[in-house]
């Protein structure tokens, strides 16, 4: 299985040759050749974190697990979740 930037890539541009497929518009859904460049792991990593991806996903998902444990005390009648 493959994702669909990496087909894209592989059919606009050619083979990966086992390297990841970088989307250089930082939006992962993304698969505009134009928008795609191979880079070695470490490339790859460096600039997510250089981004902070993994920190702005880490609050998003903190924010919905706030908004979730609100709910459900909303229906067991309002007791707080740890």
């Given at each position: 299985?493959?994702?669909l ?7 606009f541009?050619?083979?990966t ?7 250089k518009?930082?939006?992962?859904a993304?698969?505009?050749p134009?928008h795609l ?5 470490r490339?790859n990593?460096?600039e997510?974190?250089e ?7 880490i609050?998003e998902l903190e924010?919905r ?5 609100g709910?459900?005390?909303?229906s ?7």
């Amino acid at each position: 299985m493959k994702l669909l930037h990496v087909l894209s890539y592989e059919a606009f541009c050619g083979p990966t040759l086992g390297f990841p497929v970088h989307h250089k518009c930082a939006k992962p859904a993304c698969f505009n050749p134009d928008h795609l460049q191979l880079v070695t792991q470490r490339e790859n990593v460096a600039e997510m974190l250089e981004r902070n991806a993994y920190i702005r996903r880490i609050k998003e998902l903190e924010d919905r697990v706030r908004y979730l444990e609100g709910l459900l005390s909303e229906s067991r009648g309002g007791g707080a979740i740890i």
